[in-house]
């Protein structure tokens, strides 16, 4: 079927980087855009940023605009985000979810905890 | 770009009819077609209930649908549900970019009565 499964719980200190996988099945994955949008504790979303899978053209939410890259790997169907410089409040849950005009497909969420 | 607004909780009773605000600008939910609505329960990942403002992916209920009068989008949940607790959110396209671009309202918590 199609989904989208992520990488697992990180823990990490303040100022280092984290690195979260995506997989996708069930679907071609050069057909439509991935989106990283993420929630802190008891928060909303927010939106984080944007690639194409086809061609790997990005666009980033401004306030995280130098800490995240967003990358894809079409050989295994894979996006990655990588956010840099952690601080605690980047302390969330990071959803990846695929789709152009809204985000219909969504991975289950890894849980990113920035604590020294 | 800014949070779009939603009131942050509205409830009804079982059978009743529910409505949830969206109110951006004309950057976005007014200047685009591309408002989509989000269900999520606790500990579980979002589910897009509308998308293209008004449209239903297959598997929603006809009881949810979607509209938009200038810069507000709106969701109506119609005889309400007890599985229908869980917290809502809307999105739009935005404008701030010539790649895509997207910003999420602030939730709304629906309670059942």
């Known amino acids: 079927q199609v989904q989208l499964v992520q990488s697992g719980a990180e823990v990490k200190k303040p100022g280092a980087s984290v690195k979260v996988s995506c997989k996708a099945s069930g679907y071609t994955f050069t057909s439509y855009g991935i989106s990283w949008v993420r929630q802190a504790p008891g928060q909303g979303l927010e939106w984080m940023g944007w690639i194409s899978a086809y061609n790997g053209n990005t666009n980033y939410a401004q306030k995280l605009q130098g800490r995240v890259t967003m990358t894809t790997d079409t050989s295994t169907s894979t996006a990655y985000m990588e956010l840099r410089s952690l601080r605690s409040d980047d302390t969330a849950v990071y959803y990846c979810?695929?789709?152009?005009?809204?985000?219909?497909?969504w991975g289950q969420g890894t849980m990113v905890t920035v604590s020294s | 770009q800014s949070a779009l607004t939603q009131p942050a909780s509205v409830s009804g009773s079982p059978g009743q009819s529910i409505t949830i605000s969206c109110t951006g600008t004309s950057s976005d939910v007014g200047g685009y077609n591309y408002v989509s609505w989000y269900q999520q329960h606790p500990g579980k990942a979002p589910k897009l209930m509308i998308y293209e403002v008004s449209n239903r992916p297959s598997g929603v209920p006809d009881r949810f649908s979607g509209s938009k009068s200038g810069n507000t989008a709106s969701l109506t949940i119609s005889g309400l549900q007890a599985e229908d607790e869980a917290d809502y959110y809307c999105s739009s396209y935005t404008s701030s970019s010539t790649l895509p671009n997207w910003v999420f309202g602030g939730g709304t918590k629906l309670t059942v009565l």
């Open positions: 979810c695929s789709g152009d005009d809204a985000f219909d497909i």
